[in-house]
């Protein structure tokens, strides 16, 4: 079971339900590569890209059938929207007459909320929104999904079905998605980003890069597993490892110095803003 899933909320593993995918990007691939492993018929999915090269990859790769928008949710019981969030508005109103009554719209776009999705789609069809992130292709995504006004309680079932083929499942009421983005959503670029200062740090201290590369990424792995199996909060864990007057201390002393911690906080901030503003248009 799902973490944070309503107690009135079943999720089930497999779904025969039909599936219209309109975007198979790297977000969008991933899903369906955990559907696929997670049960998924892939007899009962449609794709859709607006790059036909694309498209016809992933049909040769997972071996289900493209179509155009609209064509793909005519006959969908779910339809899962995995757009750039600048590409949505043209999107829905393709998909707007076609749309099979009583169809769940899943969205991972950032920023793109369920009022903006429901405005623009037929009186009462059942939204809900979600926010993935690229360790999905690993099977190791963390999502968070909110339903719209229409989403009932097996919809949002549905939902996060879909999503936990490739990681785990939380929900959270809309308000959050902004900050949810910002943290996850986004957080795989902030933990590439600190290997990549740390494998360059190594290199600079004379090592190989490929020692370099290995030391860090098993070093992220360990203190990762870690923190999930000990569930000691990290300042616990950090505190274990800073021994008074040694060399973990006076590394964490330069970053407080420059104010690293600081420098998270506002980059997530501002992540969070640029979500709000996707919404906007």
Do not use: W
């Not at 890209?49 to 016809?56: M, T, V």
């Not at 749309?99 to 999705?117: E, F, K």
């Not at 330069?254 to 901030?269: C, G, N, P, S, W």
Request: hydrophobic share 45%; with cysteine.
């Amino acid at each position: 079971m799902s973490e944070n899933v309503p107690e009135n909320v079943s999720v089930n593993a497999t779904s025969s339900r039909r599936l219209a995918l309109l975007g198979v990007g790297v977000m969008g691939e991933a899903l369906l590569s955990g559907l696929l492993r997670s049960g998924q018929d892939a007899a009962q999915v449609v794709v859709g890209d607006r790059y036909e090269a694309r498209a016809q990859h992933i049909v040769e790769t997972y071996g289900v059938t493209v179509a155009l928008p609209a064509e793909a949710v005519a006959g969908a019981d779910t339809v899962v929207l995995a757009v750039k969030p600048q590409d949505m508005g043209s999107l829905l109103e393709e998909i707007h007459d076609a749309l099979r009554p009583g169809a769940l719209v899943v969205s991972i776009a950032a920023g793109i909320t369920t009022a903006y999705l429901e405005a623009r789609l037929p009186e009462g069809t059942p939204v809900a929104r979600a926010m993935p992130n690229t360790p999905a292709l690993v099977d190791q995504g963390m999502a968070a999904v909110s339903p719209g006004t229409h989403c009932g309680t097996d919809d949002l079932a549905e939902a996060m079905r879909l999503l936990e083929g490739c990681g785990k499942v939380v929900t959270v009421p809309e308000k959050h998605q902004d900050a949810v983005t910002a943290i996850s959503g986004s957080g795989p670029a902030y933990i590439f980003y600190v290997v990549e200062a740390m494998v360059e740090a190594g290199v600079l201290l004379g090592l190989p890069r490929v020692t370099s590369t290995e030391l860090v990424v098993q070093t992220l792995f360990g203190a990762a597993t870690m923190l999930k199996e000990t569930g000691e909060h990290p300042t616990v864990l950090r505190e274990q490892v800073s021994s008074p007057g040694g060399t973990t201390m006076s590394a964490l002393r330069q970053l407080d110095d420059h104010k690293v911690r600081a420098a998270f906080l506002t980059a997530m901030e501002a992540a969070a803003q640029r979500s709000a503003e996707l919404a906007q248009g």
